[in-house]
């Protein structure tokens, strides 16, 4: 690991979380997760609820068995193939466009896709995060898998923050958190930072959080 893999400028902070379409969007969950995991044996779902609760535990939030209004407020589901989710209960209440949504990733080959859902003041109240077991990701061992899920169900990364780089790192054979990345994360959940900012100069204030030079 390089010098360059442990900074968190303001630039770098800036590209997680600017789209591809320019404009820049942060924003971390405002209520505790109540997750829930489909489509695996219970070994895994563990495994899964564990790394939620490391994420947790890194930026000091917090986990709940369920959300007052929803219930569980954090779905993870694991499909062989996009059109199962076509057959989960009322799944289409929940995710407006569903069924061209799910048109869109099967026409790109995706494997991985989330969907966030916001209150009032722009904070995370709900997520949908979908993987497809696919060649690629069941070579994937399960505890980094869930990692990677739950790193990047925990903010609203841009759409591009970690499509050329993946958000952990090798360390003695063993998948971690980069620690660039985990530093934007402890900063993200600073309770004097918004819970959803859409100007750049938010960058500053994170990388500055985090412990680099602006």
């Known amino acids: 690991m390089t010098d360059d893999d442990m900074q968190a400028t303001p630039d770098a902070v800036a590209a997680l979380?600017?789209?591809t379409d320019g404009s820049y969007l942060f924003a971390r969950w405002g209520r505790p997760l109540a997750p829930v995991v489909f489509g695996v044996e219970d070994a895994t779902?563990?495994?899964?609820?564990?790394?939620?609760?490391?994420?947790?535990?890194?930026?000091g939030h917090s986990m709940a068995e369920t959300d007052p209004e929803l219930g569980a407020n954090l779905m993870v589901f694991f499909v062989r193939d996009w059109d199962e989710l076509r057959?989960?209960?009322?799944?289409?209440?929940?995710?407006?466009?569903?069924?061209?949504l799910l048109d869109r990733l099967g026409a790109a080959d995706a494997?991985?896709?989330?969907?966030?859902?916001?209150?009032?003041?722009?904070?995370?109240?709900?997520c949908f995060a979908f993987a497809r077991m696919d060649a690629h990701l069941s070579a994937v061992p399960a505890q980094t898998l869930a990692l990677s899920m739950a790193v990047q169900s925990m903010l609203l990364?841009?759409?591009?923050?970690?499509?050329?780089?993946?958000?952990?790192?090798?360390?003695?054979?063993?998948?971690?958190?980069r620690p660039d990345v985990a530093a934007v994360m402890r900063a993200g959940y600073d309770p004097v930072l918004p819970a959803m900012a859409d100007d750049p100069a938010h960058a500053y204030r994170l990388a500055a959080r985090a412990g680099r030079p602006q």
């Not at 779902?45 to 930026?59: D, M, Q, R, S, Y």
């Not at 057959?87 to 061209?100: A, T």
């Not at 990364?157 to 958190?177: E, H, Q």
């Open 17 to 19: 979380f600017t789209r």
């Open 157 to 177: 990364w841009s759409d591009a923050a970690f499509r050329d780089r993946s958000p952990l790192a090798m360390a003695d054979g063993v998948a971690v958190l």
């Open 111 to 126: 494997n991985q896709y989330r969907v966030f859902r916001f209150d009032g003041d722009g904070a995370i109240r709900a």
């Open 45 to 59: 779902i563990a495994t899964v609820k564990g790394a939620f609760e490391a994420c947790c535990a890194l930026t």
């Open 87 to 100: 057959r989960v209960p009322d799944l289409d209440r929940l995710i407006d466009g569903l069924h061209p």
